[in-house]
């Protein structure tokens, strides 16, 4: 480390420990309250879709999900009668049942830096800013990351093996498949075999039907577009939900790309596009009378119709642990953090997921 970046490196040392009420940032100790809400509101702005998202602080490692913005029909009559018992029953709308409770697991967000790149930042002003945003920025992608495509909470998680931190823990996704399996459209008519999938006409493709408007049997697609498939999807939901204007169809990326080649293609590489593209894109028209969005990390080949505050990060207050130290032996410094956190689905019924789409007729036999 440099001798003008070493001072810089100690006023960092110094301010956290102050901010934390703590001696010494090189062991371990317990970020302040005040402290871990704001690190929690600065990870949430750093994305957008986290904007969009619940990210709620519970008390318990575990119990029963909150219900962020959970609402159901309320409206009834009941003829009471004392003489039977006959009453009338309050419903919480916010409740979503014993499936899917939540469960804080620990995750580990280490990160290095090393001093040739502290040495290229020692002139500028903003230095403390500069070596916390790498922490942030990236604990929040990892958030979204884990959302998405996490199957797994290994103890021993692998990065190389699983680059989009699918053992890290049990993300949105694998809680719908796993809680509400009548919510998922995985598998079409026309497929064999052990290999899923659903065919959806593209291009020149044509799918023949009866005079009902069923398939035929020589139909070549289960859907004649996306948009057919969307409002399929849609039928998937709770009766109540189907018709909520802040439903949204998160696409994956192959979709994106086959269905609105034309807006890709166009768009342009200005930094702040390239920045769009990084957070929640949304395209230029609607899939099934439901805005269509593209955001960071969701799988290539799949869709989810839902509203955005029905996703959840839970954060349990007062785990979050954090080391600073000088690691001179590999010439970085090091700055250890884990809080316990679970990826909740608020309300089941609110989701439709639709996985292994195909682009295209079926393959011939």
């Given at each position: 480390m440099h001798n003008q970046t070493r001072p810089l490196f100690n006023a960092l040392l110094a301010r956290v420990a102050s901010l934390n009420g703590v001696a010494d940032t090189t062991v371990k100790f317990s970020v302040a309250p005040a402290i871990e809400q704001k690190l929690e509101e600065v990870i949430q702005l750093s994305s957008e879709f986290l904007q969009k998202i619940n990210v709620v602080p519970v008390l318990a490692q575990e119990g029963e999900k909150v219900g962020v913005?959970?609402?159901?029909?309320?409206?009834?009559?009941?003829?009471?009668?004392?003489?039977?018992?006959?009453?009338?029953?309050?419903?919480?709308?916010?409740?979503?049942?014993?499936?899917?409770?939540?469960?804080?697991?620990?995750?580990?967000?280490?990160?290095?830096?090393?001093?040739?790149?502290?040495?290229?930042?020692?002139?500028?002003?903003?230095?403390?800013?500069?070596?916390?945003?790498?922490?942030?920025?990236?604990?929040g992608r990892d958030r979204i990351m884990i959302?998405?495509?996490g199957v797994a909470c290994a103890e021993n998680t692998d990065v190389e093996a699983f680059p989009l931190l699918q053992d890290v823990n049990y993300g949105w996704l694998y809680k719908i498949r796993t809680f509400a399996p009548e919510q998922v459209l995985a598998d079409g008519d026309l497929t064999d075999g052990a290999t899923k999938a659903i065919y959806?006409?593209?291009?020149?493709?044509?799918?023949?039907?009866n005079s009902d408007g069923s398939n035929a049997d020589e139909a070549n697609a289960d859907f004649a577009n996306l948009d057919a498939l969307v409002y399929a999807a849609t039928e998937l939901l709770d009766e109540w939900n189907r018709d909520d204007t802040d439903l949204v169809v998160i696409v994956g990326r192959d979709l994106v790309h086959a269905h609105f080649s034309n807006f890709i293609n166009t768009a342009g590489n200005t930094p702040t596009e390239v920045e769009a593209r990084n957070r929640i894109l949304t395209l230029p028209k609607q899939l099934g009378g439901k805005t269509a969005v593209m955001v960071p990390f969701f799988p290539a080949d799949a869709l989810l119709v839902t509203r955005l505050d029905n996703l959840s990060i839970y954060v349990q207050e007062g785990s979050r642990r954090r080391q600073l130290r000088?690691?001179?032996?590999?010439?970085?410094?090091?700055?250890?953090?884990?809080?316990?956190?679970?990826?909740?689905?608020?309300?089941?019924?609110?989701?439709?997921?639709?996985?292994?789409?195909?682009?295209?007729?079926?393959?011939?036999?």
């Open positions: 913005g959970v609402t159901r029909p309320i409206a009834s009559r009941t003829r009471t009668d004392p003489k039977t018992g006959k009453r009338r029953i309050a419903t919480d709308p916010t409740d979503t049942g014993d499936r899917g409770k939540y469960r804080c697991e620990i995750t580990h967000s280490d990160v290095a830096i090393r001093y040739a790149k502290l040495d290229q930042w020692r002139h500028k002003p903003e230095f403390q800013t500069l070596v916390g945003d790498v922490i942030v920025k990236q604990h959302g998405w495509n959806v006409a593209a291009g020149d493709d044509v799918v023949l039907v000088d690691e001179p032996d590999f010439e970085q410094i090091a700055d250890y953090q884990s809080v316990n956190e679970s990826y909740v689905v608020e309300d089941y019924g609110m989701t439709a997921l639709v996985e292994n789409i195909v682009l295209g007729k079926k393959p011939a036999a």
